[in-house]
């Protein structure tokens, strides 16, 4: 279930990948930091759900799948045709933009797994 809303979302975001005609304006604005707002267990909570998604043999294959069928467009699309090619270019980056978020994430867990784990100690 996790998996499918995750490879929807990532579908949706390509999908709506500001073309070079859009101005500054329309651009998506820089979301705050969700970690801040969430508790230590929250945050191990959500690494771990990272963590799954990032070992699920679907998307890994899912996300491979289609930064090959960008790259494929990539090597079809006319070198004079700089929107579709900056556009396919875009696409890359978000993919790559994914999975290092998740990345993020775990690491972010194991940062508060740290901070639950010292609590209590002293350090002298």
């Given at each position: 279930m996790l998996?499918?809303?995750l490879?929807?979302?990532?579908k949706t975001?390509?999908?709506r990948?500001?073309?070079?005609k859009?101005?500054?304006?329309?651009?998506?604005?820089?979301?705050?930091?969700?970690?801040?707002?969430l508790?230590?267990?929250?945050?191990?909570?959500?690494?771990?759900?990272?963590q799954?998604?990032?070992?699920?043999?679907?998307?890994?294959e899912?996300?491979?799948?289609?930064?090959m069928?960008?790259?494929?467009?990539?090597?079809q699309c006319?070198?004079?045709?700089?929107?579709?090619?900056t556009r396919?270019?875009?696409?890359l980056?978000?993919?790559?933009?994914?999975t290092?978020?998740?990345?993020?994430?775990?690491?972010?867990?194991?940062?508060?797994?740290?901070?639950?784990r010292?609590r209590?100690t002293?350090?002298d």
């Open positions: 998996l499918s809303r490879v929807n979302r990532i975001l390509l999908s990948l500001p073309s070079l859009s101005n500054p304006a329309s651009t998506w604005p820089r979301p705050a930091s969700v970690q801040r707002s508790s230590p267990e929250d945050r191990i909570r959500r690494a771990e759900q990272a799954e998604l990032l070992s699920s043999s679907l998307l890994r899912a996300v491979y799948t289609e930064e069928n960008i790259l494929n467009q990539m090597r006319s070198l004079s045709d700089k929107e579709s090619h396919l270019v875009m696409a980056q978000m993919s790559s933009a994914v290092r978020n998740l990345w993020r994430m775990i690491n972010d867990g194991n940062e508060a797994a740290e901070s639950i010292m209590g002293r350090l």
